[in-house]
Protein backbone atom coordinates (compact mmCIF):
# COMPACT_ATOMS: atom_id res chain seq x y z
CA UNK A 1 0.00 0.00 0.00
CA UNK A 2 1.74 3.24 -1.21
CA UNK A 3 0.43 6.29 0.44
CA UNK A 4 -0.88 8.71 -2.57
CA UNK A 5 -1.69 12.53 -2.46
CA UNK A 6 -4.75 13.78 -4.32
CA UNK A 7 -4.68 17.75 -4.51
CA UNK A 8 -8.12 18.94 -5.33
CA UNK A 9 -9.00 16.32 -8.58
CA UNK A 10 -7.34 13.62 -9.35
CA UNK A 11 -4.77 15.31 -11.95
CA UNK A 12 -2.45 17.89 -11.16
CA UNK A 13 -3.43 20.81 -13.30
CA UNK A 14 -2.32 24.43 -12.51
CA UNK A 15 -6.13 24.66 -12.79
CA UNK A 16 -6.37 22.57 -9.89
CA UNK A 17 -4.71 24.43 -7.02
CA UNK A 18 -5.69 27.14 -5.87
CA UNK A 19 -4.40 30.97 -5.99
CA UNK A 20 -1.93 31.37 -3.27
CA UNK A 21 -0.56 34.89 -2.78
CA UNK A 22 2.23 34.72 -0.01
CA UNK A 23 5.72 36.25 -0.28
CA UNK A 24 9.02 33.88 0.27
CA UNK A 25 9.78 34.31 3.67
CA UNK A 26 13.32 34.41 5.46
CA UNK A 27 12.46 32.47 8.19
CA UNK A 28 13.72 29.05 8.57
CA UNK A 29 12.23 26.02 9.41
CA UNK A 30 13.07 25.67 12.98
CA UNK A 31 11.54 29.05 13.48
CA UNK A 32 8.14 28.26 11.20
CA UNK A 33 7.61 25.65 13.56
CA UNK A 34 7.95 27.64 16.62
CA UNK A 35 5.32 29.73 15.42
CA UNK A 36 2.96 26.87 14.88
CA UNK A 37 3.99 25.29 18.44
CA UNK A 38 3.24 28.99 19.96
CA UNK A 39 -0.33 28.80 18.09
CA UNK A 40 -0.54 24.76 19.92
CA UNK A 41 -0.19 26.30 23.16
CA UNK A 42 -2.87 28.83 22.46
CA UNK A 43 -4.98 25.94 21.71
CA UNK A 44 -4.00 23.94 24.73
CA UNK A 45 -5.37 26.53 26.52
CA UNK A 46 -8.22 27.80 25.59
CA UNK A 47 -9.38 24.98 23.38
CA UNK A 48 -8.06 21.75 24.82
CA UNK A 49 -10.31 19.16 22.50
CA UNK A 50 -7.90 20.44 19.40
CA UNK A 51 -4.53 21.42 21.19
CA UNK A 52 -4.49 17.67 22.75
CA UNK A 53 -4.81 16.61 19.52
CA UNK A 54 -2.80 19.09 17.62
CA UNK A 55 0.40 17.36 19.93
CA UNK A 56 -0.66 14.52 18.43
CA UNK A 57 0.63 15.71 14.90
CA UNK A 58 4.78 15.95 14.65
CA UNK A 59 5.71 19.40 12.32
CA UNK A 60 7.36 18.76 9.29
CA UNK A 61 8.51 20.99 6.96
CA UNK A 62 7.48 19.89 3.71
CA UNK A 63 7.83 23.43 1.58
CA UNK A 64 9.64 21.38 -1.58
CA UNK A 65 6.34 19.63 -2.00
CA UNK A 66 3.08 20.73 -0.02
CA UNK A 67 1.85 24.29 -1.40
CA UNK A 68 -0.06 24.96 2.12
CA UNK A 69 -0.30 22.32 4.31
CA UNK A 70 -1.58 19.19 4.77
CA UNK A 71 -1.81 15.21 7.31
CA UNK A 72 -1.78 12.01 6.99
CA UNK A 73 -3.18 11.43 10.95
CA UNK A 74 0.16 11.12 12.64
CA UNK A 75 1.71 14.71 11.13
CA UNK A 76 1.13 18.38 10.51
CA UNK A 77 2.76 19.09 7.25
CA UNK A 78 3.33 22.44 5.90
CA UNK A 79 4.91 25.00 3.66
CA UNK A 80 7.44 27.57 5.34
CA UNK A 81 6.62 30.29 2.91
CA UNK A 82 2.58 29.74 3.53
CA UNK A 83 2.36 29.47 7.11
CA UNK A 84 5.11 32.65 7.60
CA UNK A 85 2.20 34.35 6.36
CA UNK A 86 -0.39 33.86 8.66
CA UNK A 87 -1.29 35.36 12.29
CA UNK A 88 -1.19 32.98 15.22
CA UNK A 89 -4.75 33.13 14.91
CA UNK A 90 -4.93 32.08 11.24
CA UNK A 91 -1.93 29.03 11.90
CA UNK A 92 -4.62 27.63 15.22
CA UNK A 93 -7.20 28.08 12.44
CA UNK A 94 -5.30 25.88 10.03
CA UNK A 95 -4.31 23.14 12.69
CA UNK A 96 -7.73 23.16 13.22
CA UNK A 97 -8.66 22.09 10.18
CA UNK A 98 -6.34 19.19 9.85
CA UNK A 99 -6.93 18.24 13.12
CA UNK A 100 -10.69 17.43 11.96
CA UNK A 101 -9.72 15.57 8.59
CA UNK A 102 -8.32 13.28 10.83
CA UNK A 103 -11.30 12.95 13.60
CA UNK A 104 -13.62 12.55 10.68
CA UNK A 105 -11.14 10.19 8.60
CA UNK A 106 -11.50 12.06 5.65
CA UNK A 107 -8.23 10.38 4.70
CA UNK A 108 -9.72 6.81 4.45
CA UNK A 109 -10.55 5.75 0.47
CA UNK A 110 -13.55 3.52 1.98
CA UNK A 111 -15.24 6.73 3.12
CA UNK A 112 -15.37 8.13 -0.22
CA UNK A 113 -16.11 5.26 -2.44
CA UNK A 114 -16.52 6.26 -5.45
CA UNK A 115 -17.22 9.36 -5.27
CA UNK A 116 -15.15 12.06 -7.59
CA UNK A 117 -12.10 13.51 -5.64
CA UNK A 118 -12.57 16.98 -6.14
CA UNK A 119 -16.12 16.82 -5.38
CA UNK A 120 -15.62 15.10 -1.80
CA UNK A 121 -12.60 17.31 -0.60
CA UNK A 122 -14.10 20.28 -1.01
CA UNK A 123 -17.76 19.11 0.49
CA UNK A 124 -15.09 18.01 3.54
CA UNK A 125 -13.48 21.43 3.12
CA UNK A 126 -17.38 23.28 3.54
CA UNK A 127 -18.55 21.13 6.66
CA UNK A 128 -15.18 21.73 8.67
CA UNK A 129 -14.60 24.87 7.83
CA UNK A 130 -18.66 25.41 9.45
CA UNK A 131 -17.23 23.69 12.36
CA UNK A 132 -14.69 25.76 12.93
CA UNK A 133 -16.76 28.88 12.80
CA UNK A 134 -18.77 27.68 14.88
CA UNK A 135 -16.46 26.36 17.42
CA UNK A 136 -14.41 29.68 17.52
CA UNK A 137 -11.26 28.53 16.49
CA UNK A 138 -8.86 30.82 15.75
CA UNK A 139 -9.74 32.82 12.62
CA UNK A 140 -10.26 31.97 8.64
CA UNK A 141 -7.15 32.61 6.57
CA UNK A 142 -8.11 35.65 5.26
CA UNK A 143 -9.34 35.65 1.32
CA UNK A 144 -6.28 37.42 -0.02
CA UNK A 145 -4.04 34.96 0.64
CA UNK A 146 -5.87 32.44 -0.35
CA UNK A 147 -9.66 31.64 -0.85
CA UNK A 148 -10.65 29.01 1.47
CA UNK A 149 -14.51 26.94 1.00
CA UNK A 150 -16.83 28.66 3.17
CA UNK A 151 -20.49 28.97 2.69
CA UNK A 152 -23.20 29.41 5.42
CA UNK A 153 -25.95 27.59 3.58
CA UNK A 154 -24.45 23.77 4.12
CA UNK A 155 -24.43 24.62 7.72
CA UNK A 156 -25.56 21.21 9.96
CA UNK A 157 -25.12 19.39 6.39
CA UNK A 158 -22.50 16.43 6.76
CA UNK A 159 -19.72 15.85 3.61
CA UNK A 160 -22.25 13.27 1.89
CA UNK A 161 -25.01 15.99 2.10
CA UNK A 162 -22.83 18.38 0.94
CA UNK A 163 -21.21 16.39 -1.89
CA UNK A 164 -24.27 15.64 -3.32
CA UNK A 165 -25.42 18.95 -3.83
CA UNK A 166 -21.89 19.81 -4.79
CA UNK A 167 -22.38 16.95 -7.64
CA UNK A 168 -25.57 18.75 -9.07
CA UNK A 169 -23.49 21.79 -9.64
CA UNK A 170 -20.95 20.25 -11.15
CA UNK A 171 -20.01 20.32 -14.96
CA UNK A 172 -20.10 17.31 -17.04
CA UNK A 173 -16.51 16.42 -16.06
CA UNK A 174 -17.67 16.42 -12.31
CA UNK A 175 -15.24 19.91 -11.55
CA UNK A 176 -16.49 23.07 -9.78
CA UNK A 177 -15.33 26.47 -9.02
CA UNK A 178 -14.05 25.81 -5.71
CA UNK A 179 -10.99 24.03 -4.73
CA UNK A 180 -10.01 22.48 -1.79
CA UNK A 181 -6.99 24.61 -0.37
CA UNK A 182 -4.77 21.66 1.68
CA UNK A 183 -4.20 18.80 0.52
CA UNK A 184 -6.40 15.63 0.74
CA UNK A 185 -4.15 12.30 1.64
CA UNK A 186 -5.17 9.01 1.34
CA UNK A 187 -3.84 5.50 1.16
CA UNK A 188 -4.89 3.59 -1.86
CA UNK A 189 -3.37 0.67 -3.71
CA UNK A 190 -1.19 0.87 -6.15
CA UNK A 191 2.35 0.89 -6.51
CA UNK A 192 5.27 2.63 -4.46
CA UNK A 193 5.22 5.39 -7.50
CA UNK A 194 4.87 9.16 -6.87
CA UNK A 195 4.51 11.27 -4.14
CA UNK A 196 5.87 9.73 -0.92
CA UNK A 197 7.67 6.85 -2.47
CA UNK A 198 10.87 8.45 -2.23
CA UNK A 199 11.19 9.90 1.00
CA UNK A 200 13.17 9.01 3.55
CA UNK A 201 12.76 8.50 6.94
CA UNK A 202 14.95 8.98 10.13
CA UNK A 203 14.91 7.07 13.03
CA UNK A 204 11.67 8.58 15.07
CA UNK A 205 10.01 7.15 11.93
CA UNK A 206 9.81 11.02 11.14
CA UNK A 207 10.16 12.26 6.99
CA UNK A 208 12.16 14.93 6.27
CA UNK A 209 9.26 15.98 4.58
CA UNK A 210 11.20 16.75 1.05
CA UNK A 211 10.45 13.74 -1.08
CA UNK A 212 7.08 13.48 0.44
CA UNK A 213 4.97 12.27 2.97
CA UNK A 214 6.49 8.91 4.69
CA UNK A 215 4.63 5.34 2.73
CA UNK A 216 2.13 4.01 5.05
CA UNK A 217 1.49 0.59 5.21
CA UNK A 218 -2.36 -0.70 5.66
CA UNK A 219 -1.51 -2.30 8.67
CA UNK A 220 0.08 1.30 9.86
CA UNK A 221 -2.41 3.13 8.41
CA UNK A 222 -5.28 1.23 10.49
CA UNK A 223 -3.39 1.65 13.50
CA UNK A 224 -2.89 5.68 13.16
CA UNK A 225 -6.69 6.01 12.51
CA UNK A 226 -7.61 3.46 15.45
CA UNK A 227 -5.17 5.68 17.69
CA UNK A 228 -6.51 8.58 16.42
CA UNK A 229 -10.00 7.48 17.30
CA UNK A 230 -9.15 6.89 21.07
CA UNK A 231 -7.40 9.87 21.33
CA UNK A 232 -10.36 11.67 20.25
CA UNK A 233 -12.28 10.27 22.66
CA UNK A 234 -10.07 10.92 25.51
CA UNK A 235 -9.77 14.56 24.30
CA UNK A 236 -13.32 14.96 24.04
CA UNK A 237 -14.34 13.25 27.78
CA UNK A 238 -11.86 15.73 28.98
CA UNK A 239 -13.25 18.13 31.78
CA UNK A 240 -12.06 21.38 29.92
CA UNK A 241 -12.45 20.06 26.34
CA UNK A 242 -14.19 22.94 25.41
CA UNK A 243 -16.98 24.02 22.89
CA UNK A 244 -16.77 20.29 21.21
CA UNK A 245 -18.07 20.94 17.33
CA UNK A 246 -21.46 19.72 16.72
CA UNK A 247 -20.11 16.74 14.61
CA UNK A 248 -17.43 15.28 16.85
CA UNK A 249 -20.36 15.58 19.74
CA UNK A 250 -22.62 13.35 17.73
CA UNK A 251 -19.70 11.19 16.27
CA UNK A 252 -18.77 10.28 20.18
CA UNK A 253 -21.88 9.14 21.13
CA UNK A 254 -22.10 7.19 18.81
CA UNK A 255 -18.71 5.48 19.69
CA UNK A 256 -19.59 5.25 23.42
CA UNK A 257 -23.31 4.11 22.99
CA UNK A 258 -22.57 1.61 20.02
CA UNK A 259 -26.46 0.60 18.55
CA UNK A 260 -27.49 -2.68 18.22
CA UNK A 261 -25.50 -4.95 15.25
CA UNK A 262 -27.43 -4.24 11.73
CA UNK A 263 -26.99 -8.49 11.54
CA UNK A 264 -28.77 -8.80 14.36
CA UNK A 265 -31.57 -6.20 13.59
CA UNK A 266 -31.77 -7.09 10.10
CA UNK A 267 -32.87 -11.06 11.35
CA UNK A 268 -35.25 -9.75 14.08
CA UNK A 269 -37.34 -7.46 11.09
CA UNK A 270 -37.37 -10.21 8.57
CA UNK A 271 -38.73 -13.17 11.40
CA UNK A 272 -41.17 -10.48 12.73
CA UNK A 273 -42.63 -10.81 9.43
CA UNK A 274 -41.96 -14.08 9.48
CA UNK A 275 -44.10 -14.74 12.71
CA UNK A 276 -47.66 -14.51 11.40
CA UNK A 277 -46.66 -16.22 8.14
CA UNK A 278 -45.44 -19.69 9.06
CA UNK A 279 -46.94 -22.19 11.18
CA UNK A 280 -45.20 -25.44 12.98
CA UNK A 281 -48.22 -26.99 12.29
CA UNK A 282 -46.70 -29.02 10.19
CA UNK A 283 -42.98 -29.62 8.56
CA UNK A 284 -41.56 -28.08 5.29
CA UNK A 285 -40.54 -30.59 2.91
CA UNK A 286 -37.48 -28.68 2.14
CA UNK A 287 -36.46 -28.94 5.56
CA UNK A 288 -37.64 -32.32 5.76
CA UNK A 289 -35.07 -33.71 2.80
CA UNK A 290 -32.18 -31.66 4.91
CA UNK A 291 -32.73 -33.88 7.65
CA UNK A 292 -34.17 -30.69 10.27
CA UNK A 293 -37.86 -29.50 10.85
CA UNK A 294 -38.16 -25.93 9.21
CA UNK A 295 -41.32 -23.95 9.78
CA UNK A 296 -44.27 -24.50 6.79
CA UNK A 297 -45.68 -21.52 5.46
CA UNK A 298 -49.60 -20.89 6.41
CA UNK A 299 -50.54 -19.88 2.55
CA UNK A 300 -53.21 -17.85 4.00
CA UNK A 301 -50.84 -15.64 3.97
CA UNK A 302 -47.42 -14.92 2.08
CA UNK A 303 -43.90 -12.98 2.50
CA UNK A 304 -43.40 -10.55 0.68
CA UNK A 305 -40.29 -8.43 1.10
CA UNK A 306 -38.23 -5.81 -1.06
CA UNK A 307 -35.34 -4.79 -0.99
CA UNK A 308 -33.25 -1.98 -2.60
CA UNK A 309 -29.84 -1.23 -2.91
CA UNK A 310 -28.94 2.02 -3.06
CA UNK A 311 -25.61 2.39 -6.33
CA UNK A 312 -25.77 5.92 -6.61
CA UNK A 313 -21.70 5.72 -6.31
CA UNK A 314 -20.57 5.16 -2.82
CA UNK A 315 -21.21 1.37 -2.40
CA UNK A 316 -19.36 -1.20 -3.07
CA UNK A 317 -20.32 -4.35 -4.79
CA UNK A 318 -18.03 -6.50 -1.53
CA UNK A 319 -20.70 -4.13 0.69
CA UNK A 320 -23.56 -5.35 -1.61
CA UNK A 321 -22.16 -9.10 -1.48
CA UNK A 322 -21.96 -9.18 2.21
CA UNK A 323 -25.47 -7.66 3.03
CA UNK A 324 -27.14 -9.98 0.06
CA UNK A 325 -25.40 -13.00 1.90
CA UNK A 326 -26.95 -12.10 5.45
CA UNK A 327 -30.60 -12.05 3.50
CA UNK A 328 -30.21 -15.48 1.82
CA UNK A 329 -28.97 -16.68 4.68
CA UNK A 330 -32.06 -15.77 6.89
CA UNK A 331 -34.21 -16.61 4.26
CA UNK A 332 -32.67 -20.61 3.34
CA UNK A 333 -34.19 -21.22 6.87
CA UNK A 334 -37.88 -20.63 5.57
CA UNK A 335 -39.89 -22.01 2.48
CA UNK A 336 -42.94 -20.00 0.27
CA UNK A 337 -41.39 -16.69 0.63
CA UNK A 338 -41.04 -13.71 -2.11
CA UNK A 339 -38.49 -11.13 -2.25
CA UNK A 340 -38.23 -7.93 -4.63
CA UNK A 341 -34.82 -6.94 -5.11
CA UNK A 342 -33.83 -3.75 -7.50
CA UNK A 343 -31.13 -1.28 -7.68
CA UNK A 344 -31.44 2.43 -7.53
CA UNK A 345 -29.62 5.78 -8.09
CA UNK A 346 -32.54 8.44 -9.31
CA UNK A 347 -34.33 5.27 -11.07
CA UNK A 348 -35.09 1.49 -10.32
CA UNK A 349 -32.39 -0.98 -11.94
CA UNK A 350 -32.46 -4.74 -12.61
CA UNK A 351 -36.03 -5.62 -10.58
CA UNK A 352 -35.71 -9.38 -10.07
CA UNK A 353 -37.89 -11.48 -8.39
CA UNK A 354 -36.46 -14.23 -5.76
CA UNK A 355 -38.55 -17.37 -4.05
CA UNK A 356 -37.05 -20.25 -2.34
CA UNK A 357 -36.76 -22.00 -5.40
CA UNK A 358 -34.20 -20.34 -6.96
CA UNK A 359 -32.49 -18.35 -4.17
CA UNK A 360 -29.36 -20.16 -5.32
CA UNK A 361 -29.24 -17.62 -7.67
CA UNK A 362 -29.55 -14.72 -5.64
CA UNK A 363 -25.59 -14.24 -4.71
CA UNK A 364 -25.09 -13.81 -8.76
CA UNK A 365 -27.66 -10.90 -8.72
CA UNK A 366 -26.16 -8.43 -10.99
CA UNK A 367 -25.76 -4.67 -9.68
CA UNK A 368 -26.84 -2.02 -11.73
CA UNK A 369 -26.96 1.87 -11.56
CA UNK A 370 -24.18 4.61 -10.36
CA UNK A 371 -25.63 7.90 -10.48
CA UNK A 372 -27.25 10.39 -7.48
CA UNK A 373 -29.59 9.10 -5.10
CA UNK A 374 -33.57 9.53 -5.06
CA UNK A 375 -34.90 7.49 -2.91
CA UNK A 376 -38.70 8.50 -3.78
CA UNK A 377 -37.69 6.51 -7.13
CA UNK A 378 -38.43 3.72 -5.08
CA UNK A 379 -41.34 3.70 -3.54
CA UNK A 380 -42.99 5.20 -7.22
CA UNK A 381 -41.54 1.90 -8.46
CA UNK A 382 -43.14 -0.08 -6.27
CA UNK A 383 -46.70 1.29 -6.38
CA UNK A 384 -47.00 1.70 -10.09
CA UNK A 385 -45.45 -2.22 -9.90
CA UNK A 386 -48.36 -3.00 -7.33
CA UNK A 387 -46.32 -4.33 -4.55
CA UNK A 388 -46.71 -3.32 -1.25
CA UNK A 389 -44.09 -5.57 0.93
CA UNK A 390 -44.47 -6.43 4.81
CA UNK A 391 -40.83 -5.28 4.98
CA UNK A 392 -39.16 -3.08 2.73
CA UNK A 393 -35.41 -3.58 3.37
CA UNK A 394 -33.25 -0.35 1.90
CA UNK A 395 -29.17 -0.62 1.91
CA UNK A 396 -28.46 2.60 1.18
CA UNK A 397 -25.65 5.61 2.11
CA UNK A 398 -28.10 7.28 3.95
CA UNK A 399 -28.23 10.54 1.99
CA UNK A 400 -31.06 10.96 -0.43
CA UNK A 401 -31.30 13.87 -2.74
CA UNK A 402 -34.71 15.08 -1.91
CA UNK A 403 -36.81 12.46 0.77
CA UNK A 404 -36.35 9.33 2.38
CA UNK A 405 -39.77 8.16 0.78
CA UNK A 406 -43.36 7.60 1.57
CA UNK A 407 -43.67 7.26 5.89
CA UNK A 408 -47.25 5.32 5.18
CA UNK A 409 -46.52 3.28 2.00
CA UNK A 410 -44.52 0.12 4.07
CA UNK A 411 -42.68 -1.12 6.87
CA UNK A 412 -38.75 0.15 6.46
CA UNK A 413 -35.24 -0.50 7.38
CA UNK A 414 -32.87 1.38 6.66
CA UNK A 415 -28.98 -0.28 6.52
CA UNK A 416 -26.80 2.69 6.41
CA UNK A 417 -23.56 1.89 5.03
CA UNK A 418 -20.36 4.18 4.76
CA UNK A 419 -18.05 5.23 7.55
CA UNK A 420 -19.84 8.90 7.60
CA UNK A 421 -17.64 10.33 10.89
CA UNK A 422 -18.77 13.86 11.39
CA UNK A 423 -22.43 12.95 10.65
CA UNK A 424 -24.68 9.99 10.74
CA UNK A 425 -27.68 9.72 9.11
CA UNK A 426 -30.94 8.26 10.68
CA UNK A 427 -34.33 8.29 8.68
CA UNK A 428 -37.71 10.28 9.95
CA UNK A 429 -39.56 6.88 9.90
CA UNK A 430 -38.79 3.24 10.02
CA UNK A 431 -35.45 1.94 11.83
CA UNK A 432 -31.88 2.82 10.97
CA UNK A 433 -28.84 0.52 11.36
CA UNK A 434 -25.49 1.62 10.59
CA UNK A 435 -23.96 -1.29 8.19
CA UNK A 436 -20.42 -2.61 9.63
CA UNK A 437 -18.31 -5.61 7.17
CA UNK A 438 -17.72 -8.77 9.30
CA UNK A 439 -14.09 -8.28 9.14
CA UNK A 440 -14.11 -4.97 11.12
CA UNK A 441 -16.71 -6.04 13.10
CA UNK A 442 -15.12 -9.11 14.59
CA UNK A 443 -11.60 -7.41 14.72
CA UNK A 444 -13.34 -3.87 17.07
Not at 207 to 216: A, E, Q
Not at 241 to 270: E, F, S
Request: aromatic content about 10%; proline content about 4%; some cysteine.
Amino acid sequence: MAMQVSYATDDTTEAAKPSINVPDTDLTSNEVKDLLIKARVDMLMNAPFFGALATRLTLVDATDWCPTAATDGRRFYFNRHFTAALTEEECIWLMGHEILHCVYDHMDPNRRGSRIHQLWNVANDYVINLELEHARLGKRIRKEIIEVCFDYKYDKLGSEEVYDMLYEEADDAGRIQKVSFDMHMEHEEGDDEGAGAGAEANADGDGDGKSGPVPMTAEEKEKVKQEFKSATIQAAKGQSAGNLPAGVKRMIDQLLNPQLDWRTLLAMQIQSVIKSDYTFARASRKGMDAGFWLPAMDYETSIDVAIALDMSGSIQDSMARDFLSEVKGIMDQYTGFKIHLFCFDTEVHCPAVFTDMDMEEFMDYELGGGGGTDFDCCFDYMKEEGIQPKKFIMFTDGYPWNSWGDESYCDTLFVVHGEHGDRSPIAPFGITVPYTRKDKQEAA
